[in-house]
């Protein structure tokens, strides 16, 4: 918006005509289009425009051929299709007409004119020193002014008109045919003074909200009403057509509407139907205005006289400067408070090759969480995804301006709930830190987070007084590094950080920097306190420090990210596993097809020797229950017939036994395992390889992910099978300690126990 923003006019409409009220700045210009450079004429005009000749001209200019001598113009003939111009540049564009410079609001005799005192539409022959209180980008004041007040018909709705290279974005609103200004009958209620509309909001809504109790729908029209409609504009200048794709210059235009436009608007409407306030402005300026042109004043003394004398006059030109520096305007409209602005990165749309897209935040994030901004919030803002893990950093460095929210806050005349509300507020504000995670903080509140925390922290971020930002360890034990752009001359931020902290312990802010930008490169300990703290005396200090450089976006959060690689030798003591299971259960089916009436083909074999030998060939759950049977037999005859009985069922019992500790393998992912898996899928491939999403393994990574466990401690394994989900590279170590409830000591036992198959690093969030 700051790149294309030429002004914002205010104008109205009468029985006597329309009129440009006010406008801001005074004298706004468009900025020159895109033309073909002109050719510097050192040679002659002849070879100036040709690149071939002007190339390889020679230095010297030749004796036949005349010297330029005209480098103002293109050509010595003049071509005035060289250079590319705005359409009408040499003339009027609005129509040529006798008019009244003064405003239909005014009472007093305008200064008339002649009839062949007209407009002309050449404007090369010279300007008037007034000028400036009838033209405007080019357009007769006057004419701007009734093209951009439509008909009745055309009013309380979206107004966006092209007009050249220039767009004019509003809402006009008008009066009822009586003359009336009033809310619609069946509107019955009214916000609260300095409500500002939400996106997607329509105006029928919002006029429903600002509507006041049925006794006050209804002003009486005074004897000296005029005002039939007004209309707050911003005049743009149109981007280059391939500058931007057409859908973002589109959601550009409506961005600055329901944003600026609208909500301006719907204030002025409000104010218009209570108090009559923007007829009492413009017979205000109106008046000023005839006085000023009729004691001959300057243009510019008139504008400057208006500031003085008017409320809408200053709210114009501090909303102009705010939206051409990108802040936000705090503006006041008849003692209405408003704080207006546009998303931050609303120009990027303009450009191509911005990475910027259309649906610059989507309805989820990149690891699928539900985008909890608001949808005001949503689109170029570029703001990190709003997770209880994430923290918040109070950015307000102005003390008058923290101190007047400490006392709004605290103001008697605040009602009961608001004052509950400012209480609850105050709570958060104190509680706020960096240490402390959103969800942190919704605990020691006893608040919920989704209804209670997230609404406060969207109402901050929003109005700039905070910054959604990554936890810093108590301990300042966190990895930081430098970004690649700084916010402001490093100049200019070392001299405040020098005058902000002038103690011995800490280094120059260049110095400083570079001690974070070596560290991140260290071996073992880089984190902040490692490399530059060393003391824990020295912590607080420090951790202003960290506060200082986060609100300057000076330092970038590094998280440990993580990802599963399967080995060489896990790969090949897996594929050892299965086919070893796979060629005992073609033993076993080859057995059944020969020896059908034998129940284990393999221990039919045995020979049936005593008891106690056959108790050394069985596995050592059979063993148990063998030696449990024998001990209760009598004679030997019994424990012969008791031996075989016993060998059938230990063979039976050993079938079951392996189908048990097959099963077991194939619970562990291999119930899908095919020979081609092996020999034309994953498992052909014998190098190490990572396991992109643990998440939703395939059935030979689930295999590869239960067998990196064997061996390991229990609780350890245990563990590592309720996390190894997270451990994509995309999940933070801040969000696997919240999304999985452990410990950050927890999390570091599992990556010490499985580190062969873990490949960790350090990414910004």
């Known amino acids: 918006m700051s790149e294309t923003l030429l002004a914002i006019v205010f104008v109205t409409s009468s029985a006597k005509g329309s009129s440009l009220v006010y406008r801001w700045p005074p004298s706004p210009e468009s900025p020159p289009r895109l033309a073909r450079p002109r050719p ?13 000749r002007a190339s390889n001209a020679s230095d010297a200019p030749s004796d036949d051929v005349p010297v330029c001598v005209c480098p103002d113009t293109i050509y010595c003939g003049e071509d005035e299709e060289y250079i590319w111009k705005r359409p009408n540049i040499n003339r009027d564009r609005s129509l040529s007409f006798s008019h009244s410079r003064s405003d239909p609001s005014s009472r007093k005799a305008s200064p008339s004119k002649e009839a062949n005192d007209g407009y002309s539409l050449d404007v090369s022959k010279g300007t008037s020193p007034d000028d400036g209180y009838d033209k405007l980008l080019g357009y007769n004041a006057e004419f701007l002014a009734g093209l951009l007040c439509p008909q009745s018909s055309m009013c309380h709705q979206k107004f966006e008109l092209l007009v050249d290279d220039l767009a004019f974005i509003g809402h006009p609103v008008c009066a009822e045919p009586d003359g009336a200004w009033r809310f619609k009958a069946d509107k019955v209620k009214m916000a609260p003074r300095g409500r500002v509309s939400k996106k997607g909001e329509s105006q ?92 001959g004043e300057t243009f510019s003394n008139y504008m400057a006289e208006a500031l003085q004398c008017s409320s809408l006059a200053p709210a114009m030109k501090t909303l102009y400067e705010a939206i051409k520096e990108g802040s936000i305007a705090r503006v006041t409209i008849h003692d209405i408070p408003l704080e207006l602005q546009l998303p931050p990165y609303l120009d990027s749309l303009l450009h191509a090759d911005d990475d910027t897209s259309l649906d610059d935040v989507e309805q989820e994030d990149e690891y699928s969480i539900p985008n909890a901004w608001s949808p005001d919030m949503s689109f170029a803002q570029r703001l990190p995804a709003l997770t209880p893990w994430k923290s918040l950093l109070l950015v307000d460095d102005d003390d008058e301006q923290a101190y007047e929210l400490y006392m709004r806050l605290r103001a008697p005349q605040l009602t009961m709930e608001d004052r509950e509300v400012a209480e609850q507020l105050i709570r958060f504000l104190d509680l706020a830190s960096i240490t402390l995670s959103l969800a942190d903080m919704a605990s020691l509140l006893d608040w919920d987070l989704e209804s209670q925390v997230y609404p406060i922290v969207r109402w901050l971020v929003h109005h700039r007084r905070a910054k959604l930002v990554d936890i810093v360890h108590p301990g300042l034990k966190t990895i930081f590094a430098v970004p690649q752009n700084f916010s402001a001359p490093l100049s200019k931020l070392t001299s405040d950080f020098s005058n902000t902290f002038s103690q011995a312990s800490v280094p120059p802010l260049p110095k400083l920097l570079s001690m974070v930008s070596m560290a991140e490169h260290r071996q073992g300990a880089n984190h902040f306190f490692a490399t530059i703290v060393r003391s824990k005396s020295l912590i607080p200090l420090y951790h202003d420090v960290v506060v200082w450089l986060l609100k300057r976006d000076l330092l970038l959060t590094l998280h440990l990210r993580i990802r599963i690689v399967a080995t060489e030798a896990l790969k090949e003591r897996v594929r050892m596993e299965w086919e070893l299971a796979r060629a005992r259960r073609e033993r076993e089916k080859l057995a059944k097809e020969r020896e059908p009436h034998v129940e284990q083909g393999e221990l039919a074999k045995v020979p049936e020797s005593s008891p106690v030998a056959n108790w050394f060939s069985l596995s050592p759950r059979s063993a148990r229950r063998v030696s449990r049977r024998l001990s209760g037999t009598a004679s030997a005859s019994a424990k012969e017939e008791q031996s075989r009985s016993l060998r059938r069922e230990a063979a039976r019992e050993e079938k079951r036994t392996r189908e048990e500790d097959e099963d077991e393998f194939v619970s562990s992912g291999t119930e899908d395992l095919k020979w081609e898996d092996w020999f034309h899928g994953e498992g052909r491939n014998p190098h190490a390889s990572m396991i992109y999403d643990p998440a939703r393994a395939t059935p030979l990574e689930r295999r590869w992910l239960a067998a990196m466990s064997d061996g390991k401690d229990t609780d350890i394994a245990r563990r590592f099978e309720q996390i190894n989900q997270y451990f994509d590279g995309k999940c933070t170590d801040d969000e696997i300690l919240f999304r999985a409830e452990i410990s950050r000591k927890q999390l570091r036992e599992v990556l010490h126990h499985y580190e062969e198959y873990l490949q960790t690093f350090l990414h910004p969030s």
């Open 204 to 295: 029928t809504s919002l006029e429903k909200s600002l509507t006041p109790e049925t006794n006050e729908g209804r002003r009486p029209v005074p004897d000296t009403a005029w005002l039939q409609t007004f209309h707050f504009v911003l005049i743009l200048d149109r981007p280059d057509p391939s500058s931007a794709a057409s859908g973002s210059l589109w959601k550009y235009y409506d961005t600055v509407y329901e944003q600026i436009a609208f909500t301006i608007t719907a204030i002025l409407y409000q104010e218009q139907i209570l108090h009559n306030f923007v007829e009492t402005e413009c017979d205000t300026l109106g008046a000023l205005k005839d006085d000023f042109i009729t004691r």
């Open 40 to 52: 510097v004429h050192d040679v002659t005009c002849a070879q100036g425009d040709n690149p071939w």
